[in-house]
């Protein structure tokens, strides 16, 4: 489907809008109150189910490899994951599965 240049920088001003008022929605209207404790413990757990919503596409479908199961970034995946259990450190767990995706990606090449 063709898009003129007017359609698409209606579509980007849509969506600027509406992500500015997702965004106000909550930060505008509840940022000067005091949460609850039952909503401040939920929201802690927000990165934690952002990143891996974000990574698990790239590991599962990857678009270098034409959607096809990756064994690298399979065993890349692993190694973060295993790192990140045993030393409960996000860093050292990217730095983990980007080491492992990299040498693993020049040794088979």
Do not use: C, K
């Not at 990756?70 to 409960?88: C, Y």
Request: net charge positive; charged share 10%.
């Amino acid at each position: 489907m063709s898009y003129s240049a007017l359609d698409l920088w209606l579509i980007i001003l849509a969506l600027g809008i509406g992500t500015f008022l997702i965004r106000f929605s909550f930060l505008g209207f509840l940022g000067n109150r005091e949460l609850s404790p039952w909503l401040l413990r939920h929201l802690r757990y927000t990165a934690v189910g952002i990143l891996p919503a974000m990574v698990t596409p790239l590991i599962l479908w990857p678009e270098a490899t034409g959607g096809q199961l990756d064994p690298v970034r399979i065993v890349a995946a692993a190694a973060a994951l295993g790192l990140g259990l045993w030393t409960r450190n996000a860093i050292w767990a990217i730095v983990a599965g980007m080491a492992t995706l990299w040498g693993l990606g020049w040794i088979v090449g």
